[in-house]
C-alpha cells in the first residue's frame, strides 16, 4: 500500500553533520504528520522530531538547536538535517508518517530504519 524509505545514514565523527532523507511511495492520497524516531541498542524507540503538513516542528529536548525537521510535500518526502553530532546519537533512525491512502484509509507508517553512527 504504501511504503517509506529511508536514506543518508552512516559513520561520522562527532561534531560531524549527517542529512537524512524518507521517501514514502503508494497508494497515497494525503499525508499529514511526519516524524522521525531512533532507537539505541538496548533502548526503547524515542521520538526526535515531528513536522506537520502545515510545516510546524517539534523536536526533542535531546536534539534542539542541532537537529533540523523539514519536508517536501510535492515529493512526500521527509529530511532530518543533523549537526554537531554527538556519539548519544547513535542510533537507529526511522521515519514515520500518518497517511491517507488513496482508498481512504488511514496508516500510520514506518520506514524500514537507517543506521548513524557517531565515534568519538
Known amino acids: 500500500q504504501v511504503q517509506l524509505v529511508e536514506s543518508g545514514g552512516g559513520l561520522v565523527q562527532a561534531g560531524g553533520s549527517l542529512r537524512l532523507s524518507c521517501a514514502a511511495s503508494g497508494r497515497i492520497f494525503r499525508i499529514d504528520d511526519m516524524g522521525w524516531h531512533r532507537q539505541a541498542p538496548g533502548n526503547q524507540r524515542e521520538s526526535v522530531a515531528l513536522i506537520t503538513r502545515g510545516g510546524r516542528t517539534t523536536y526533542s529536548d535531546s536534539v534542539k538547536n542541532r537537529f533540523t525537521i523539514s519536508r517536501d510535500n510535492a515529493k512526500n518526502t521527509v529530511y532530518l538535517e543533523m549537526n554537531s553530532l554527538k556519539p548519544e546519537d547513535t542510533a537507529t533512525y526511522y521515519c514515520?508518517?500518518?497517511?491517507?491512502?488513496?482508498?481512504?484509509?488511514?496508516?500510520?507508517?514506518w520506514g524500514q530504519g537507517t543506521l548513524v553512527n557517531i565515534s568519538s
Open positions: 514515520k508518517a500518518k497517511v491517507t491512502t488513496t482508498d481512504f484509509r488511514y496508516l500510520e507508517v
